[in-house]
């Protein structure tokens, strides 16, 4: 009878303990980011809170610098499974995200907390179906993309002429209207592009100067402001392994998501305050400004790819202009607002 007894028990415990195996489980996530890149920490944070806050419930595995998959293949890696999360850009497949890549339009930002309002307003309002085969956690924007280059000082459009500029999506394109030569590349490719020669200068946050090095093969910053891109970041998570978690887990990841959007927001600002201090400590670095005349010809210059993306749009049976006009009229608001 207590042998019985004893072997029951010890079944129960043996059922218990596959129960909370169970409810455990871990995801990986995969960020092309640096580990000591802000938004790389904030990641790291973001993993460290999910886990605290679901009390073990959900772990996430972090892996930045490429080491799980590389930049441009970040989310088709989640949707085939390589990771079950990633943090990646919209711009690095161009033409696989066309109502996403709006945000990254050379619309005139400010800051990264417009920039980060805008591309989850946009998300909200417009709701792409490109992005209906994943579950999108949550989504931010760098600060005002500028125009820096490495021998040449360029204080008018006249002086793009011949420039190689290291570009990707809408920036390239923006490059182009501006008399430079796109070079399409991502991010972790551009100092090695920068320091031998191969491009003449780059188009970035001026975050990426301390956040990538940047600042070490560059020496001139244009405050190219009229024009100031940004390029849009998701992270998102493989469909079906949200569908498996449970209600209580799903509400708890949308709440730090939230709490991440502006932290995320912050960061940007913050490294890109880091980044022009950094830039400017370094020997012989400047800053150029444009003069209102020469910001106004600047702006004209851009605006073709403006109207060449809202025709592209039309083309592809999307109402471009009305896309366009979603996200002026959210920058304009979140502009002020800041």
Known sequence: MLKRLAVFVAALMLAGACGVAQAQQTLTYSNFFPPTHAQSVLAQQWCDEVAKRTDGK???????????????????????????????????????????????LPLGYQNGQAATAVINEVYAQLKPKELDGVEVLYLHAH?????????????????????????????????????????????????????????DGSVHPTESNLGWKLGEVVSYRTASFPVAYTTGFFVVMNKAKWDA????????????????????????????????????????????????????????????????????????????????????????KHNAAK
């Open 143 to 199: 600060g005002p993309g500028l125009l820096f280059t490495k021998d040449k000082p360029v204080a008018k459009l006249e002086d793009m002429k011949g420039l190689k500029i290291r570009s990707h999506g809408s920036s390239a394109r923006l490059v182009q209207a501006l008399g430079g030569t796109p070079v399409t590349m991502a991010m972790p490719e551009s100092y090695q592009a920068l320091s031998r020669g191969t491009v």
């Open 58 to 104: 959900l772990r996430v595995q972090y892996f930045p610098g490429q080491t799980l998959t590389k930049a441009p293949q970040a989310f088709e890696g989640v949707t085939a499974g390589l990771s079950d999360i990633a943090m990646g850009c919209f711009s690095y497949t161009r033409g696989r995200f066309p109502v996403m890549e709006v945000v990254d």
């Open 245 to 332: 978690l449970p209600e209580d887990v799903k509400a708890t990841v949308r709440q730090v998501n939230q709490e991440w959007i502006a932290k995320s927001a912050a960061a940007w600002d913050k490294a890109d305050e880091a980044g022009l201090e950094y830039f400017l400590s370094l020997p012989g670095r400047k800053d150029i400004a444009l003069d209102a005349a020469e910001s106004a010809r600047w702006a004209a210059a851009a605006k073709p790819v403006l109207d060449e993306y809202a025709k592209a749009m039309d083309e592809r049976g999307f109402d471009g202009k009305a896309i366009v006009s979603a996200a002026q009229a959210a920058l304009a």
